[in-house]
């Protein structure tokens, strides 16, 4: 089993910046993809961002230029940059561990 334990989201303005970390236990291998996931009111989880061991990464279009996700193996650890937020940023964010483990989700709100 893999546990996922988040902290950071909150609210802020839009314009804002904040900042989500994901911290991993368990039964790790270090390199396995990470990444944050997200899901507002009425709409169906998506991808924001993953990172591979490589430190390669993807990115879900409405976030390039904005949000950067960032790893560090050694202390199994994700953070999640999002910077210049906007009002449909709002969600509840969620850490990803391939290939089904999550955590139990923080919640992003930026007002107008």
């Known amino acids: 089993q893999v546990q996922l334990v988040e902290s950071g989201g909150g609210l802020v303005q839009a314009g804002g910046s904040l900042r989500l970390s994901c911290v991993a236990s368990?039964?790790?291998?270090?390199?396995?993809?990470m990444g944050w996931y997200r899901q507002a009111p009425g709409k169906q989880r998506e991808m924001v961002a993953r990172?591979?061991?490589?430190?390669?990464?993807n990115y879900a279009d409405s976030v390039k230029g904005r949000f950067t996700i960032s790893r560090d193996n050694a202390k199994n650890t994700v953070t999640l940059q999002m910077n210049s937020l906007k009002p449909e940023d709002t969600a509840v964010y969620y850490c990803w561990y391939y290939s089904d483990y999550w955590g139990q989700g923080t919640q992003v709100t930026v007002s107008s």
């Open positions: 368990g039964r790790i291998v270090s390199t396995n993809v």
């Open positions: 990172i591979f061991y490589s430190g390669n990464t």
